[in-house]
């Protein structure tokens, strides 16, 4: 790589820390330590390097903090959301068939290629000529807003607590889950809110899920009955529909990619169910 493109990579990563998506530094073999701040209206993801079990940017002992995407050669420079992904200035590419239909917006615009990995595995890639500030798409903006967006991790609690009888009423709730709305920061303008439409209970026991209104409290709002002893492995599910508002207005879902429109959160807890063995008396 030339010292210019070296140089035009660098400039656009310092470019695009200014705008709120994320810094990171180089060196492969160090652990990368990650804070979360907001600046004005934007999300910025600072990262360093240190040794494995070093401390973190504001000096206390303790593991890393990672940034809302895996970050992981070749997808290491920055994240979009949850997207991890690298970017490269090629110096000698000035105008690759992409960008024919797409004037060149100043004398000294240049041509920037990112690419990305979604959480899933797949990836995508894109070309845009980079100005004072890159270009940023509405699904950038969503996906930031989901970076932005915390999600709880819950605990799939059940009453009787650590085992439960056979035919006996076994309540369930959402230990850790808030019962309304989560709202995220907002991020490139954008604001992921997310909305719970209740608990899914598979007991395990292959009788099915049931579905319940949401529950996060010790109560009776979500009940089932284990009809035969035995071990078994519970699963919780929380499905959250996600909307996304940017200057108030709530934004076309159609524009919202489909893996983004809802979000899940799940635990797994393991349920042993005992048989009471009655004995009957005869008195005389």
Not at 86 to 109: I, R
Not at 257 to 269: C, H, Q
Request: proline share 7%; with cysteine; hydrophobic share 35%.
């Amino acid at each position: 790589m030339s010292v210019m493109s070296r140089f035009v990579r660098l400039a656009c990563l310092t470019l695009l820390v200014s705008m709120g998506i994320v810094a990171t530094a180089g060196v492969a073999q160090a652990e990368k330590v990650c804070t979360q701040r907001k600046v004005g209206s934007k999300i910025v993801w600072e990262c360093v390097e240190t040794d494995p079990g070093g401390t973190d940017p504001g000096g206390e002992t303790g593991g890393p903090v990672q940034p809302p995407c895996d970050l992981e050669t070749p997808f290491d420079d920055l994240c979009i959301g949850s997207d991890a992904c690298w970017m490269n200035d090629p110096a000698a590419v000035q105008n690759p068939d992409e960008l024919a239909d797409v004037p060149k917006p100043k004398d000294d615009s240049y041509v920037v290629y990112i690419s990305c990995r979604r959480a899933d595995g797949s990836t995508y890639d894109r070309w845009y000529w980079s100005d004072d500030v890159p270009t940023i798409t509405m699904e950038d903006r969503i996906r930031s807003a989901v970076g932005a967006l915390d999600l709880p991790t819950i605990e799939a609690s059940f009453n009787p607590p650590g085992r439960t009888l056979v035919n006996l009423p076994t309540w369930w709730w959402a230990e850790g889950a808030p019962a309304g709305e989560i709202r995220g920061d907002e991020a490139l303008g954008m604001t992921a809110v997310a909305t719970p439409q209740g608990l899914t209970i598979n007991p395990g026991d292959g009788s099915g899920s049931i579905t319940c209104p949401m529950s996060v409290t010790k109560s009776d709002t979500c009940a089932t009955r284990y009809r035969r002893s035995g071990d078994y492995t519970a699963s919780m599910s929380i499905v959250y529909n996600v909307e996304f508002t940017m200057d108030g207005q709530v934004i076309d879902a159609s524009q919202i990619p489909a893996d983004l429109r809802t979000l899940t959160v799940e635990d797994d807890v393991p349920v042993a169910v005992r048989e009471v063995q009655t004995r009957v008396t005869k008195v005389r």
